[in-house]
């Protein structure tokens, strides 16, 4: 089953700290999600993104997608507790709206 | 806005046995999509539904079905369980209209339903 790559699987941080995850695939992406799932919860979207290079904020949330839209980043600045959680991408095939989900990164983030 | 449901939130079977999962979408929105997710990792794709159609289907044997109803809710039905299903199954719906975030492609996950087989 196709996945995307996702990288670090894990990380933990201390409060204040900045950090970037991946998320990469051998292929083109059409369009790329993030999304952070907490425990006993479902993913929460965060971000769309869908042309080369560009780049969305949300707050202390950084996310870029790759020139040739076969990586994206995700960015956060001053990390705190509450972003504790499981961080996904996801790619959307255009044509079949069928959603390829990444590997995960799990963030613990500590005070 | 009500947001999806699913229900049970919890469900234990023995190994052979059946289950029925439910997921009610946000209303409007006409599709639904199913994901298995094993030990918090990231999620298969199952099914998708709209307009009551199977719309497309993921990498998984027969034994996994389900269909939507009328009112667009959806029923994952999982047959002769095995150990491997024990899981997270997760439920979104997607409108065809732009969502909150301004994109097409906006999928709104439930809590899911945990599922144990022993």
């Known amino acids: 089953t196709q996945l995307l790559e996702q990288s670090p699987q894990f990380l933990s941080i201390q409060e204040g700290e900045n950090l970037t995850v991946y998320c990469n695939s051998s292929s083109v992406f059409s369009s790329l999600q993030w999304y952070r799932q907490e425990p006993g919860e479902g993913p929460v979207l965060l971000v769309t993104v869908v042309t080369g290079g560009e780049v969305k904020k949300l707050k202390r949330l950084t996310f870029q997608f790759g020139d040739a839209r076969k990586d994206s980043s995700l960015h956060i600045t001053a990390a705190q507790p509450g972003d504790t959680g499981l961080y996904l991408c996801?790619?959307?095939?255009?044509?079949?709206?069928?959603?390829?989900f990444g590997t995960g990164t799990r963030l613990k983030v500590l005070a | 806005e009500a947001g999806v449901t699913q229900s049970p939130t919890h469900l234990i079977k023995t190994r052979g046995q059946h289950a029925t999962l439910r997921c009610s979408p946000i209303s409007g929105h006409t599709s639904v999509y199913w994901y298995q997710q094993a030990l918090g990792l990231g999620l298969q794709f199952l099914l998708w539904y709209d307009e009551g159609e199977e719309r497309n289907r993921g990498n998984f044997p027969p034994r996994f079905s389900g269909r939507q109803f009328p009112n667009y809710s959806s029923e994952l039905n999982v047959n002769a369980l095995e150990l491997e299903d024990s899981a997270l199954y997760l439920c979104?719906?997607?409108?065809w209209g732009r969502g909150r975030g301004g994109s097409s492609y906006e999928q709104y996950f439930g809590p899911g339903t945990r599922l144990t087989v022993t």
């Open positions: 979104a719906s997607r409108s």
């Open positions: 996801a790619e959307i095939s255009s044509g079949t709206y069928k959603y390829i």
